[in-house]
Nanobody, 127 residues
């Protein structure tokens, strides 16, 4: 059984930084691309960032380019999302997800291409 556990969310001021972490178990982490998505109240789920299985390629949503950085540590089965210069519009529940295919040669931003999801962590930006 695949499990993804996010952590690192919280309440911060605009302009602050946060780093989210997602630890994966029950799957050979290093074989799968990982993605971060978010969902704000009354809004559709949005792709935030993703990283290829070997870290070789990364993809970002337009709203976070230049502010967020995705990375992974395959030895720790962990994917990270460093979020800088946070804005109130970044407020959402953030989810990590694991690609449904092994060794995909690209990062995809469509949620239906990810088959395992974490429970989410709340990020609230005020000010």
């Amino acid at each position: 059984q695949v499990q993804l556990v996010e952590s690192g969310g919280g309440l911060v001021q605009a302009g602050d930084s946060l780093r989210l972490s997602c630890v994966v178990s029950g799957r050979t982490f290093s074989r799968y691309a990982m993605g971060w998505f978010r969902q704000a109240p009354d809004k559709e789920r949005e792709f935030v960032a993703g990283v290829m299985w070997n870290g070789g390629r990364k993809l970002y949503g337009d709203s976070v380019k230049g502010r967020f950085t995705v990375s992974r540590d395959n030895a720790k089965s962990t994917v990270y999302l460093q979020m800088n210069s946070l804005k109130p519009e970044d407020t959402a529940v953030y989810y990590c997800a694991s690609d449904r295919l092994q060794f995909r040669a690209m990062v995809v931003g469509y949620g239906d291409q990810y088959d395992s999801w974490g429970q989410g962590t709340q990020v609230t930006v005020v000010g």
